[in-house]
C-alpha cells in the first residue's frame, strides 16, 4: 500500500474511532464490492436510486446503512459465442454504463465515480458515497480485446472474467451441462482460452483487477499464473464449509491469498445454507408472477420488483428461513483461518440473488459489523475486511499497470 492510501486509512480510523456515540462503531470505510442493478437502471422511476425504492440498494439505504461505497455491476447473460450473441452483448453492457452514468450525473451531491483508492477515501472524507464499476461476464467485451480499454475509459476497475456458462474467456463453475458443456472440473473442462490470457495482461497493462468469481478451478488457477498482479474474487464463499461449485476450495482460497489477492465473501444465500425447499417455492412462486404478467419466462428484471413477488417472498421468508448473519460469518471466519485475515472481504450481491436474514439491504450494512464484533473479530480487522484489503489490492494493480 503506497504511503498517501496508507495514511488516508489511518486518519480514517482516527476519526471513527474518536465517534464514541454511535450504536455501532463504523470502520474506517465500508465497501460492498458486488452489487448488481437492472437493464433499465435510472430508467424507470421504480429504478431510480436516489429515491426510496424497491432495490435492495439505493442511496438512502448506503447513506442510512452506513454502506460507503459499492462496486455496481456490469452483468450480462451468456449468450452464443457467434457475432449476434457478442453483439447483443455489447449493447446490453452500454445500456448499464448509461444507466450508472446517469445515477453520477443526476446525484453528484451525494455520489461520485471512484476510480482509484485515492477517490474513494477522498469521497468518503467529503460525505459522498461512491460508485465503483466492475465488468461481470467479460462475454460483453464482444470477443474484441479493444473494448476492455472502452471500459476502462467509462470507469471500469475490475473485469469479472465469466459467469453463468462458458465463454471465450475461459470455463465457467456452473457450465451449461444441459447443452453440452463439460462439467467443471472434468477432462472436458479447459480453464483459460488464449483470448483470456490476452484479457489478464491487458487489464493488467490498465490497472483493472482480475475477478474470478464464477470461474471454474482451472479458470482460477490460470488467472493465477496469467495475471502479473494479485486476483480478487468479488463474490465467492469457502467450498469446505458448504459445498456449492461457486465456493472455492481451500487450496484455491490459500493461492490467491499467497499471491496476495482477496477474497470477498458473499452474503448469498445459495452459498451458505442448502434449502432445496426454498429453492422448489422461489421457482414456483417465479413462474405464478411471469404467467400473471403475461410473460413466456420469470424475467428478474421485470419481476423481482413487483409487489407479488416481494408478498410471496414474505411467505416463503415464513416456512423457509434464509441464512443468517451467524451463517454468513461462520464462512468469514473459516476464510480468514484458511487465507488470513490480509485477504478476506465482503460483499452482499445485493439486486442479484443476494441478501440474508440481518442483511437484507443496503439500510442494514452496520448489522454486518456488529456480528463480526460480536464474533470477536477487532476493529483493525473488521477494517480490514470491510475495505482495507480491497483497497490494497486495487493500490497494487494501479501501480504495476504505472511501470
Known amino acids: 500500500m503506497n504511503t498517501i492510501l496508507r ?3 489511518l486518519a480514517a480510523l482516527a476519526a471513527s474511532t474518536a465517534v464514541s456515540a454511535r450504536p455501532v462503531q463504523d470502520p474506517p470505510v465500508t465497501i ?12 424507470e422511476p421504480r429504478f431510480d436510486a436516489g429515491k426510496d425504492t424497491r432495490l435492495l440498494v439505493d442511496l ?29 452483448a455489447v449493447q446490453q453492457a ?45 462475454y460483453s467485451l464482444g470477443h474484441d480485446l479493444r473494448r476492455l480499454d472502452a471500459a476502462f475509459d467509462r470507469g471500469a476497475r475490475s473485469v469479472g472474467l465469466v459467469h453463468v456458462g462458458n465463454n471465450d474467456l475461459c470455463t465457467s463453475s456452473l457450465p451449461d451441462t444441459e447443452h453440452g458443456e463439460p462439467a467443471m472440473n472434468s477432462a472436458g473442462d479447459r480453464g483459460m482460452s488464449d483470448f483470456g490470457r490476452a484479457v489478464v ?8 483487477m482480475i475477478d474470478i468469481s464464477h470461474a471454474s478451478d482451472n479458470c482460477v488457477r490460470d488467472a493465477l499464473k496469467a495475471s502479473a498482479t494479485p486476483i480478487i474474487a468479488t463474490h465467492s464463499g469457502a467450498r469446505a464449509v458448504l459445498d456449492h461449485p ?29 434449502d432445496p425447499g426454498r429453492e422448489a417455492a422461489e421457482k414456483k412462486l417465479q413462474d405464478a408472477v411471469a404467467k400473471q404478467a403475461g410473460e413466456k419466462k420469470y424475467d428478474s428484471d421485470s419481476d423481482d420488483y413487483r409487489p ?31 487465507a488470513g485475515i490480509d485477504h478476506v472481504g465482503i460483499s452482499s450481491d445485493f439486486d442479484g440473488g443476494g441478501g440474508i436474514t440481518g442483511w437484507k439491504d443496503a ?7 456488529a456480528a463480526l464484533r460480536q464474533a470477536g473479530f477487532s476493529d483493525a480487522d473488521i477494517a480490514k475486511l470491510w475495505g482495507g484489503n480491497l483497497l490494497r489490492v486495487w493500490g497494487e494493480v494501479e501501480r504495476h499497470a504505472q511501470h
Not at 105 to 113: Q, T
Not at 251 to 265: F, Q, W
Not at 363 to 369: A, D, G, L, Q, Y
Open 94 to 138: 452500454s445500456q448499464k454504463y448509461d444507466g450508472i452514468g446517469r445515477m453520477l450525473m443526476m446525484y453528484p451531491d451525494r455520489i461520485r465515480l471512484a476510480t482509484t483508492p485515492e477517490q474513494l477515501l477522498a469521497n468518503h472524507k467529503a460525505g459522498l458515497l461512491s460508485a465503483t464499476i466492475e465488468i461481470e461476464n467479460a
Open 201 to 208: 495482461k491487458r487489464a493488467n497493462q490498465l490497472g483493472m
Open 308 to 338: 407479488e413477488m416481494e408478498a410471496g417472498m414474505a411467505e416463503i421468508q415464513k416456512k423457509y428461513p434464509l441464512a443468517t448473519l451467524d451463517d454468513y460469518v461462520k464462512q468469514i471466519r473459516h476464510m480468514v483461518e484458511v
Open 60 to 88: 438512502g439505504k448506503m447513506e442510512r446503512g452506513g454502506l460507503n461505497a459499492a462496486f455496481f455491476v456490469i452483468w450480462v447473460p451468456q449468450h452464443q459465442l457467434d457475432a449476434a450473441g457478442y453483439a447483443k
Open 363 to 369: 439500510s442494514e450494512t452496520r448489522n454486518v459489523t
Open 7 to 9: 495514511l488516508a486509512l
Open 246 to 274: 461457486r465456493n472455492l476450495p481451500d487450496d484455491l482460497l490459500r493461492a490467491i491469498a499467497a499471491k496476495g489477492g482477496v477474497i470477498d465473501a458473499v452474503a448469498y444465500k445459495e452459498f451458505l445454507k442448502k
Open 32 to 43: 460492498d464490492s458486488h452489487v448488481d442493478i437492472p437493464f433499465n437502471y435510472m430508467g
